[in-house]
């Protein structure tokens, strides 16, 4: 049973959120990304946790650890519930209220989003999801959050469905629907109401980024050292703009299919301070595109492909007194974990990049080892002969 709550800011300090991105794990889960999260929990003692899609690898919850692969509903329900545990009961351990939206990833298998909502409904620190609305995704809502005596809304979070088409298809992104960028201007319409015809300052989080996104990518060499490792569908070498976004990209991004005013929108209303997006796993930057501020954030999977210096999370850091102007930074793995033999042995053995080395590693060992056992048996076998 959920906990009934309301988000306040804290009393003498600011709200910490921290937004955690593309874990796209599975049921048989890699122990380096929960023990980064768990530290990230620890170090970092966020008021609130966001999950913003692809919380799960659910396109793979057919399969056992042999690959072999099944279309038993139940089975995939039950593994998918394993995952969920997985990602899910280190936040509920230590009391932390969290929230969610779906990635493509989530929705790549025959269970629904709503089936899967009643899943994270069972986490008693869990809440959203709450929209009453028949039109919209479950995952589209907002979560308001009030101030320190718990009596007016100061804050607000927009939590956009972006994600597959949710058919059994799996047949691809989706986009921000019409439906959801008018709930959104109603709803933004009636917090102003609220808020004495003042727009409330907002955070926006969907899983995959606007199109828009794109027009940071600037043509370039082929060996230009900026140039992104995963290209577009042109194969043609790109980078981020570093004049007009601060941080870094490795590879072109992957924008909604469509998009329906989504921005002009953002913008009519005043309210968002920023447009928060995950999905492109090694990007890590934030800009300002014609007057909104968007912010990407690089995922936390060790499953899914990724780099050295983006796994880990992302804080937004909250003034109560100055809501509109926040802080936000990204933790890494190697920030959290350090950079001890036994964290870089452990990221070596769990991040999906190294498959090849460590197959070239082991390999290698593995003839060693058999070269030497068999030079030990001839000489063995040659005194023998003596």
Not at 45 to 52: A, G, K, N
Not at 247 to 252: F, H, M, P, S, V
Not at 268 to 280: E, P, R, S, T
Request: include cysteine; aromatic fraction near 10%; proline fraction near 5%.
């Amino acid at each position: 049973m959920q906990v009934e709550r309301k988000i306040c800011f804290p009393k003498g300090r600011k709200l910490r959120i921290m937004q955690v991105s593309d874990v796209q794990d599975m049921h048989f889960v890699r122990r380096a990304m929960v023990e980064m999260l768990e530290c990230a929990y620890d170090a970092l003692r966020p008021d609130l946790i966001v999950l913003t899609g692809d919380n799960i690898h659910g396109n793979h919850l057919d399969e056992n650890r042999l690959g072999m692969k099944t279309d038993d509903f139940s089975v995939i329900l039950r593994n998918m519930t394993s995952a969920l545990y997985h990602v899910l009961a280190p936040i509920e351990k230590r009391g932390i209220p969290f929230c969610m939206i779906f990635g493509n990833h989530d929705d790549l298998n025959p269970v629904t989003k709503q089936e899967q909502a009643d899943l994270y409904k069972d986490y008693p620190h869990f809440f959203g999801l709450n929209s009453d609305e028949p039109q919209l995704d479950c995952d589209t809502y907002n979560v308001p959050i009030y101030g320190s005596d718990g009596e007016k809304i100061v804050f607000n979070l927009w939590m956009l469905d972006s994600a597959g088409k949710d058919d059994g298809t799996g047949s691809g992104f989706e986009y921000v629907k019409p439906e959801a960028i008018e709930w959104y201007r109603r709803r933004s319409d009636a917090l102003r109401a609220q808020n004495g015809g003042e727009p409330v300052p907002s955070l926006m989080f969907q899983h995959v980024p606007v199109p828009q996104i794109t027009e940071l990518f600037i043509p370039c060499g082929e060996d230009d050292p900026n140039a992104v490792k995963w290209r577009g569908a042109d194969g043609l070498p790109y980078k981020l703009d570093q004049e007009r976004a601060d941080g870094y990209a490795d590879e072109y991004p992957d924008v909604c299919d469509a998009d329906f005013g989504q921005l002009d929108a953002i913008r009519a209303q005043g309210d968002v301070c920023a447009l928060v997006f995950g999905h492109d796993h090694a990007n890590n930057f934030t800009c300002n595109l014609d007057g909104v501020h968007m912010i990407q954030t690089p995922g936390a999977s060790f499953r899914s492909y990724g780099t050295a210096r983006a796994r880990g999370v992302r804080m937004f850091e909250i003034d109560e007194n100055d809501p509109w102007h926040f802080e936000t930074y990204t933790v890494s793995y190697y920030d959290l974990m350090g950079k001890s033999l036994r964290s870089r042995f452990s990221f070596f053995m769990s991040a999906d990049e190294y498959d090849y080395k460590r197959a070239v590693t082991f390999g290698a060992a593995a003839a060693a080892a058999l070269l030497g056992g068999a030079a030990i048996t001839v000489k063995h076998l040659i005194r023998r002969k003596r």
